[in-house]
C-alpha cells in the first residue's frame, strides 16, 4: 500500500515524503493514523475562507438591513430591494459552474484561486456602489441605481467561489476528527454576514443620510481579506491530513486534464443517484427559503415594530443558527456520531417546523384569523425565533455533509457546487414571488419547508463511504 501511494504525496512536497517515509517502519502504509499531519496554517486558510463568505453576505444584505432608511435614500420601493437581493442567486447560478471547475481542475490550486477571486469581486462590489457618493450631483438616480445593480452582480457572483467549496476546503486541510467542524465553520459564515448585517445597519444608520456611512465601513472591510489572501494563501498542506486527503489528490491526478466534459460527467453521475437528488432538493430548498425568509424577515415583521427591533430578531436567529451549525459539526465529529447525519437532520429539521410554526401563528395574518398563538409578548417570540433558527442553522453543515458523503467516489467540490445551485435556484424561484405575497405569507412558507424538507431527506439513502 506504501508503494501505491507515495506518488500521490509527491504532490504535497518531496521533503514531506521523505519525513513520513523515514519515519514510518516497514510495511506501514498511509492507512495508519499517525502518519497524516495537519498544519496550524489550516486556520489561516479557513479564517479568511469564512471571512470572506460572511463578507459576501454582508454587502448582499446591506440595503435590506435597514430597508425604510434605504428606500428613503434611494428613493425606491420594496419591489427594488427585493431585486437587489434576488440579483444575488441569480448571479450565483451563472457562475457556479465555472468556480467549480476553478476548484477542481487539475493543477491543484482551485481553493486559492477560487478564495482569491471572490475578495477581488467583494472588493469590486463593495466600491462600484460608492462611486455616486464622490460627487452625487453629476449622478442621475438611474445612474445611481445602475452602479448599485452592477455592485450587488460582482458581490453575488463571488458566493460560488467560497460557499461552494467548503467540504472540499475541509477534506484537503483538516483530520477526519475535524472534517465537520470545520465544514461547519465555513458553511455559517454566510449567516454570520447577515448576523452583521442586522445588527450593523440599524447601529449605523439612524437616518437616510447616514447610509453613506455603511457603505464606507464596508470597503474597509472588503479590503483587509483582499490584502491578506494576496500576500498569503497556501495552494495546499505541505503533508495530507487525513486518507481522504490523498484520495482527493488521487483523483486530480487521474483526471490530469479536467475539462468541462469531465466535469459534465461528474455532474451526470451524481444525478442519476435519486438519493443524491433528494439530499440536494431538500437542502436547496431548506436553505434558499430561509436565504429569502431572512432577507425580507425586516420588511415582514409588523411595521410598528421599527428597523432596530425587526434587526434583534433577525440577529438573535441568525446568530443562533450560526452556534447550530458549529455544534452539529462538533458533535458530528465524536466517532459515534459520524454515521448518523441524516437522522440528525431529521430531528432538527421536525424542530424547526415546529418553532417556525408557532412564530408564523403569533403574527399576521394568521395571528387575525383566530388562531391563539402560544407565544404573544415580543420577548417570547424572540425566544420561538431563536430556537427556530438554532435547529434549522444545524442542518446546513450536515447537508453539505450529506451530499458529499452521497455523492462518493465524485467529488466533494462537484457535489457542494450542486447542492449550492438549487439554494440559490429557491432563493431566486422565492424572491421572484410579488412583495404583497411575501409579507403575507414568508412566515408560514418557512414553517411549512421544513416539514417538507424532512419527509425528502427521510426517503434518501445515506452510505457515509467517505469515513
Request: aromatic share 10%; hydrophobic share 50%.
Amino acid at each position: 500500500m506504501e508503494d501505491q501511494e507515495r506518488p500521490l504525496l509527491r504532490a504535497y512536497t518531496s521533503s514531506s515524503v521523505n519525513t513520513i517515509e523515514n519515519n514510518a517502519g516497514p510495511g506501514l502504509g498511509l492507512g495508519v493514523t499517525s502518519e497524516y499531519k495537519v498544519e496550524r496554517s489550516r486556520w489561516w486558510v479557513l479564517g479568511w475562507f469564512s471571512y470572506i463568505a460572511a463578507l459576501q453576505s454582508l454587502l448582499w444584505f446591506t440595503y435590506s438591513s435597514v430597508p425604510d432608511h434605504s428606500k428613503t435614500f434611494l428613493a425606491v420601493g420594496d419591489n427594488t430591494l427585493f431585486l437587489f437581493l434576488n440579483e444575488g442567486p441569480i448571479a450565483f447560478c451563472c457562475t457556479v459552474w465555472y468556480a467549480n471547475w476553478l476548484l477542481t481542475r487539475s493543477s491543484g490550486t482551485g481553493l486559492r484561486d477560487s478564495v482569491r477571486t471572490a475578495a477581488v469581486l467583494c472588493f469590486l462590489g463593495s466600491t462600484i456602489r460608492c462611486i455616486p457618493l464622490l460627487k452625487p450631483a453629476a449622478f442621475s438616480q438611474t445612474a445611481t441605481l445602475g452602479l448599485i445593480h452592477v455592485a450587488q452582480v460582482l458581490n453575488a457572483a463571488a458566493a460560488p467561489f467560497v460557499v461552494a467549496s467548503v467540504s472540499a476546503l475541509s477534506l484537503e486541510w483538516f483530520a477526519e476528527a475535524e472534517r465537520n467542524t470545520a465544514t461547519a465553520v465555513g458553511n455559517v459564515a454566510s449567516a454570520a454576514g447577515r448576523a452583521v448585517g442586522f445588527y450593523l445597519g440599524p447601529a449605523v444608520v439612524h437616518r437616510p443620510s447616514q447610509l453613506k456611512s455603511l457603505l464606507l465601513i464596508e470597503i474597509v472591510l472588503a479590503t483587509l481579506p483582499l490584502i491578506a489572501v494576496c500576500v498569503y494563501y497556501p495552494v495546499r498542506p505541505t503533508t495530507p491530513p487525513s486518507s481522504g486527503a490523498v484520495e482527493a489528490q488521487r483523483k486530480r491526478a487521474t483526471d490530469a486534464k479536467t475539462t468541462t466534459w469531465v466535469l459534465l460527467g461528474e455532474i451526470g453521475q451524481v444525478l442519476t443517484n435519486p438519493s443524491f437528488v433528494a439530499i440536494v432538493v431538500a437542502g436547496g430548498i431548506n436553505m434558499g427559503v430561509y436565504g429569502m425568509w431572512s432577507g425580507v424577515l425586516t420588511s415582514v415583521l409588523p411595521s410598528s415594530w421599527g428597523d432596530a427591533t425587526a434587526g434583534y430578531f433577525g440577529l438573535a436567529n441568525t446568530l443562533s443558527g450560526i452556534v447550530g451549525g458549529v455544534l452539529a459539526g462538533l458533535l458530528t465529529d465524536v466517532r459515534s456520531m459520524q454515521k448518523k447525519l441524516k437522522t440528525c437532520i431529521i430531528v432538527a429539521l421536525l424542530g424547526a417546523g415546529a418553532f417556525f410554526t408557532l412564530f408564523a401563528v403569533a403574527l399576521p395574518p394568521l395571528s387575525e384569523q383566530g388562531l391563539k398563538p402560544l407565544a404573544k409578548s415580543r420577548l417570547g417570540l424572540l425566544m420561538v425565533c431563536t430556537i427556530a433558527g438554532f435547529l434549522r442553522g444545524s442542518t446546513d453543515p450536515l447537508f453539505f455533509e450529506v451530499a458529499a458523503d452521497t455523492a462518493h467516489p465524485q467529488s466533494a467540490g462537484t457535489a457542494g457546487s450542486i447542492l449550492t445551485f438549487g439554494y440559490h435556484i429557491a432563493l431566486v424561484i422565492s424572491l421572484s414571488i410579488p412583495a404583497s405575497v411575501l409579507e403575507n405569507w414568508a412566515l408560514s412558507a418557512m414553517a411549512a419547508v421544513m416539514f417538507l424538507c424532512c419527509m425528502m431527506v427521510s426517503l434518501a439513502r445515506v452510505h457515509y463511504k467517505r469515513r
